[in-house]
């Protein structure tokens, strides 16, 4: 629930990946500019590669640039150099009373609502030094995407360097994005011009179960979608929305009460089990959640990494393995006692004699394959019942085997240098650099 006793300074996201998506982002942010008290800022970070960054800033009957230099030239040191300070610096003033962010599409709306709410701000005349969001609240997040295109970026296997939006070294995906973008939004815009109507229904059906609570504005065009119409989408969005929060690999991995029938051919697809994956036949199942799927994600359990809650996240034909943490069953009663109560108490509910709460629980949200296909793989990649006696009996010899999942890293198989070396810098269950 909304606290009104929160004095922060509000603050809305606006997201959109390319083309009419963004589109939609500078119409929705030129329109919010004109009500009194709301501020839009906007980095540019199309020079990014060049170390230079334009940002804008624009008030009712105002609009001001400025042109940063920045020595290292990525994303992180545009939001902990210039936007965080600036958030602080805008709160602080009483005639804002509302800040409005106009996403470039190399800055995420996850990334930097973890970053407002824990990176550290320091220097900022008249404020104690701290994380952005002491002084500033999420309000929402609002996506826009284009209705024609992007179910083919969300289902796709091309990097943003490909498109020219990141550098060469960004690893990220076209649907890597696409797909973030939507699951972490609090309301939808979807320009449908262009889409026919088969096209607009199976792109409903999978955005009700990728972001269900997420009201969605249908616009055949944005000439009418003035400040009253995006004041009404924005108050649609439940009070319990997510609204910047960061979920971590332990939540529940459905959320917001889905559609579980089957639409269009899109449906979800939920497995789980309590054995543990044999991680060679995994490795050859995983091709399973690399075509029909838009996005996949769930806790895995090894049997060669018994102590070890393995992170799988899948958008189109992008998959990232990670770390999660250790089951509650490897901790011992310390770690446990500090670790999230749901979480225990998740654990309490489903706890096995022998193995604890380790188990396997994924989520797949298909819209051109088979779920039988995909539950048969999954299956078919589970430890058989006397490898199952040897986990429980014999886990050193379990040890020995081959394990194309001991160092973290992404498919398609890259050289295995290169892989190992950057998921040696993942630091969360999402797979994204610190």
């Not at 329109?31 to 804008?56: F, M, N, Y």
């Not at 609090?186 to 009700?208: F, N, P, Q």
């Not at 924005?234 to 910047?244: E, H, N, Y």
Request: hydrophobic content about 45%; some cysteine.
């Amino acid at each position: 629930m909304l606290d009104q006793s929160d004095r922060r300074t509000p603050v809305v996201l606006l997201a959109g990946f390319s083309g009419p998506a963004m589109g939609g982002v500078e119409h929705i942010a030129a329109t919010l500019s004109e009500e009194a008290g709301t501020v839009v800022v906007h980095h540019d970070l199309a020079e990014l590669r060049e170390g230079v960054v334009r940002r804008t800033v624009r008030t009712a009957g105002n609009v001001s640039t400025t042109v940063l230099e920045l020595a290292h030239g990525c994303v992180s040191c545009t939001l902990r150099a210039d936007l965080l300070p600036m958030l602080c610096t805008l709160a602080t003033r009483d005639h804002i009373e509302r800040i409005v962010l106009a996403l470039d599409p190399g800055i995420e709306a996850e990334a930097l609502c973890h970053a407002i709410e824990h990176v550290e701000v320091s220097g900022v005349a008249d404020r104690v030094d701290g994380p952005a969001g002491r002084t500033v609240r999420i309000e929402a997040v609002l996506t826009c995407l284009d209705g024609q295109q992007w179910l083919a970026d969300a289902t796709g296997d091309e990097v943003l360097a490909d498109r020219g939006l990141a550098s060469a070294d960004d690893e990220r995906t076209v649907a890597q994005v696409a797909v973030g973008q939507v699951d972490f939004a609090d309301a939808l815009v979807v320009l449908t011009a262009g889409a026919d109507a088969l096209d607009h229904e199976r792109l409903a059906a999978v955005l009700a179960r990728l972001a269900p609570a997420a009201p969605v504005a249908w616009l055949p065009e944005l000439s009418g979608f003035d400040a009253i119409e995006i004041g009404a989408l924005l108050t649609r969005v439940p009070a319990d929305s997510r609204r910047g929060r960061i979920f971590d690999a332990h939540a529940p991995l459905l959320r917001g009460q889905p559609p579980l029938s089957t639409d269009y051919g899109v449906s979800i697809v939920e497995f789980a089990a309590r054995r543990p994956f044999h991680p060679e036949r995994l490795h050859e199942a995983l091709d399973v959640l690399l075509d029909g799927v838009v996005t996949a994600r769930g806790r895995i359990w090894l049997a060669t990494q018994p102590d070890h809650v393995v992170w799988l996240e899948s958008a189109g034909g992008g998959l990232r393995v990670g770390g999660a943490g250790r089951w509650l069953a490897a901790m011992n009663a310390e770690e446990q006692a500090g670790a999230d109560p749901d979480r225990r108490a998740m654990g309490a509910l489903g706890w096995d004699e022998r193995f604890g709460d380790r188990d396997v629980s994924l989520v797949i949200l298909a819209h051109d394959a088979d779920p039988a296909e995909i539950r048969h793989a999954l299956h078919w990649a589970l430890v058989e019942d006397d490898e199952l006696l040897l986990v429980d009996r014999a886990p050193e010899r379990v040890a020995l085997w081959e394990d194309p999942f001991g160092d973290w890293h992404q498919d398609p198989c890259a050289d295995p240098t290169e892989a190992t070396a950057s998921a040696s810098e993942r630091t969360n269950p999402r797979g994204e650099t610190a």
